[in-house]
Every structure is written in structure tokens, then in C-alpha cells.
């Protein structure tokens, strides 16, 4: 039996506080939902007015307390959860790429919980981390959690019927209705088989109800993987969602394809998730000394975002740092302490959460970690001042375009983000390498299309000097300085990878060895594929230009045949998936997985083997045929 995980969910503040709470130490809850675009639940005023999906759950946590109508998470998933974790911005945060596992957050970090386990707080995580795997540094269980069910590693999140998870001090628990986990296996609506998202939901009730009437208060981080896209092996969706979410939205419209009513059905979990913590708060009797929050972690992803208008009216989805990428709306209710259907125009950051939580703690500020973000536990309990921000910072390294409804206006590159607000103004700046500064009137132009860099120079060098200062350098996230040099996107490797990243030491065991040939605009992997264990997963990343995947076999080969592609995927400029299944077992690997993606002209290898419980990427270039010997790092 697994241990039960602590939640924490995300809610927005409201605008309006009620009267003081009697509870001096409530419990935090913070529920946080993977790629959820700020149009996809009901609560976001500037959401699709056509084709809604139905949420509400968090609609009924919005109106029992505020919405924050300005408030912000990062770009993508890792850089936006440690700020939330660590109450860093991203010009200060140790992981400032969407990669945790390359660099894991470090005995120098004071997480959330870690303060709240200062203060007295029972604190557990279940779900999706991403900021250290198992036995790093960074492993929740490192940083301030008493208890960890679910999937250390963002990539391996991408499987949404893991056979393999961490629970608490156990790096490869077996999940057995998962063991194996495939189309086949897992039946009808994939009810035989055991879904990442709703083992997290269960194991949330399970805590709140454990803590419920003990001594101490406590925090649950409720963080999920939907509606983030994952796979099933066999299964040719990216949303492979069990009963009943598999058909719980319906549209006469045509345009509604079957991914799009399964990414709703996603979106309705979510939803339904949401719910069940609020039922059990209700259930036991400490709704009102229980704060929620809810966010998601980034802008929208990997499905067509024009029926249901994903990015509201913003530019930009996830991993850029236009408003679509970054914007929420963040719920919080607070049951006779927060006002019931509030709004705030306050702006709440991620990283408010770490001091906020703090304060309402009690927790002497003597013991809190530096911290870039303001509590906002004045607005909440209606006591004392509330402070504002000077600024909002975010820096981000991608050599893609994250065209949503609306295309990227800024070159790729390192790209930092700052808004500043003014009287009857708020700015925007964006630049890439250090170049010039693309400057917008968000008051006016909340689409971010009008360049005013000419107009104002006076606030271009001011939002200068503010990234200048608001950065400071890390060795594992090199800046750069301009177009020709290169910045660090992501490695997925214990032992770093080549520069611009940083390389560690490669103390490695080779499990695996084979043969590459790409072509343009195709390519063909095939080889001999050796595993020490019994299962491996891989994913694949060729980045560029658009093509398609061709595949996975070729003459001459003693494991031609071995590899079928499950269809052949078109690939966008941004990402494509394409299952790969064993045509029969070989060498003892059982399943793999592939996703690619395209940017520099590059095949991009990451190779996963759950027996190591490790990453590690290899790159090729795609007009040349090559051969090479993988290697994945034992864990530290």
C-alpha cells in the first residue's frame, strides 16, 4: 500500500477580505494543473465565450472566494514550479530551464515546505514534481516533504500509466494494475489500469483526511498532469483519459475532433479533482480553516488552440514569454475570511506563494529564507498593509517559436521578460540576447502588437537597468550576451551536457548501443538496442524545420522489424508524438516511446532506464549518419 501524499492546491486571493480569521495557522492547499491554458476553465473573465468546458468545481472555489485578475506563473513547467517552490523569481532560481533533472534544486534552497515544516506544518506532495529526481538533492523528500507519492521526473510524467513511481523513500515502487500498462491491457476506456491523476487525487483525500483533526496544520501540494498531453503505449491520442473524463465532454460542433473533446475531458478531471478536495474540506469541517489555491503551471499546449481559445486573448502559449505563456487567473478561497465571489487586480506571482505561506504561518520572519515575492496574507485576512511588487521578472532559454493564436514577436535566443507598473500604465519589456528591448502598453495593448520601444526610450533603458538587475548568473543556465552565442535549453542528464551546459563528470555505464541515419525532411532510426533492464522508454527530439517521422526500421539490421511506428506524424514547427511499439520483444526491451520535436537542425536522443532511474541526452546532426554508443548515469 502506498503512503498517502500531502496537497497543496493553488487558489487565487480574492480582492476583498471578510473579516479576520479566528485561526490563527490555517492549512494551505495549493492545486496546481499541468499546460492549462488561462481559457480553459470558466473563472477567467477574458475566456472563449463560444465553446466552454465546464469547470465547475473551480468556478465554485473562485466564487467562494477571489479571483486575482493579474497574476502570473512561468513560461514552462520546471522554471515556474521552482519559483512557486521556492519563492525565486527566474533570474534567481537554481533551475531556470524546463529541466530538473539536470539540475536539481540544492541544499541552498528553502522550498514552501521546508518553511512550513519550521513552523509546526505536516506537509506532503502528490503528483507531478519535477525539480529533482530520486536521490538527488532535489527530491522532495530533500526538500521539506514528509511525504512523496507520484512522478519525480517532468518527463516521465509524460506517461500517464507509469508502472514505475516514487513513493516517499522507495525510487521504483511498481504500480501493479499498471505492470504492464497498455492499449491492450488496460481495456475498455482503460478502466483496467491505474491513472497517474486519479492515484494523485486519491492519495490527496487520503492526507487531508489523515490531518485533518491532528495537532498540527498542515500543506498539500496537489500538483497533477493534466491536461499536460501523455501516452499510453498502443494508445494513438495524446490525451488517453480513462472513464468517465473519456466522454465527459460532448459537442455537436464538427470542428470538435476526438483530441479536442479528450483534452476536455482532461480539463473536466481536473475539474473534478478540484472538487473532491473541496467536498473533503466541507466533509470534515475545515473548509474554513483551510486556504486553496489554484493556478495552472504555464500557457496552453500541443492541441489546436483556436476552438477553445486556450490563450484568452493573449500572444504567445506555453514556453513563451508573451502574456499566453505566462498568464492566470488564480483562484483562492478562504472560508469566512476571504470574501465570497472577490476580485483583485493585485499582482500575485508564483513566487508570492513562499511568503505568503510563511506569514500565514506565524512563522518569525527571522526564519525566512530571501525571497523575491510579496505575501499577500494582508489581502487575504483583511490585517496590515499590503506591500506591492516594484517589478515582475522571468528569463527563459528556447531556440523554438511559441506561436499561439498569436505568433512570437521576439527572436530565439535567451529571452528575458520584465512588466513594471506605472501610473495609468503597465509596461512590458521583452528582449533576446541581450539585444533591443521590445516595449509594450499592456493598459492599451493587452495583445502585445504595438511596439512603443521608439516612443519611450526613457523606459527602455529603465526596464534595462532592471533585467540587468534583476539577473544573476548561473553556471548551469549560462546568459548570453548576444546572437552568437548560445544559451542552455535543457539537458536531462545527472552528469550535465556539453556547452553551452555544463558538464559534470561522466562516471557512466554503457546499457545501450546502436545506429542513427536521419534524412531531410525524414528520418529512420533503427540499430541494436541492448537494455540491462527489462523495460526502457525513449524519447526522441529533432529540432529545425517542420518534416515528418518515417520509420523506425532498416535493411541489413539484426533488429530490422524489431521497431513499428504506431502511424506517421506530420510534425509542426513546435512538437509532434509518435508512439513506437515492439513488433516483438528484443533484447528485453518491452516499450518505448517517442516524441519529436524540431529546432538547430538537431536529433536530440534522451534515453530513460527506470532500473537506473535516470536521463541523459546525446545530439546528432540530421543531415549525417552516425553511430553511437549511449550511456545513461547511475543515480548519485
Known sequence: VM???????????ATMAGTATSAPRPNIIF????????????????????????????????????KFLRSYSGPVCAPSRCTLMTGLHQGHCHIRGNDGSYSPLTPKDTTVAAALKKAGYKTGLFGKWGLGDFGTTGYPLQQGFDEFVGQDSQVACHNWYPKIIQNNTQGSYIVNRNNPANEKSCGAHHTKCFWAN?????????FIERHAKGPDPFFLYFSTTTPHSGFLTGNSTDYPVPAPYDTAYQSSDPAANEILRLFAGAVIAQDMFVGNILDTLERLDIAKNTVVFFSGDNGPDDHALQFFDDPGPFRGKKRSLHEGGMRQTIAVQWPGTVAPKSTSNHLFAFWDLLPTAAELAGLDKSKWPTTDGVSIAPLLSGQGNQAVHDLLYWEFCYYGEANGLLPQQYNKGWGQAIRVDRPFTEWKGIRVDRGDVLLYNLTADITESVNVAAKFPDVVQELIRAMEGEHVDDEWWPATNNSSQKCCASCFSHTGCKAPCKKLDDSTTITASGTMMPTVPAFYFFGEWISVGSEATWILEQRGSSGTVGTLTGPGHPDAGCWTANGHVTVSPDMGVLDLVLATPCNGI?????????ELGALIVHWSEPALGSWQRREFDFDSVGTERLRASPLP
Open 590 to 598: 518491452t516499450a518505448a516511446q517517442a516524441t519529436v520535436s524540431l
Open 3 to 13: 503512503a498517502p501524499v500531502v496537497l497543496i492546491v493553488l487558489a487565487a486571493v
Open 31 to 66: 492545486i496546481l494543473a499541468d499546460d492549462l491554458g488561462y481559457g480553459d476553465t470558466t473563472i477567467s473573465p477574458l475566456g472563449n465565450l463560444t465553446h466552454k468546458i465546464p469547470t465547475p468545481n473551480v468556478e465554485r472555489l473562485a466564487n467562494n472566494g477571489l
Open 198 to 206: 486519479d492515484m494523485s487525487d486519491q492519495l490527496a483525500v487520503d
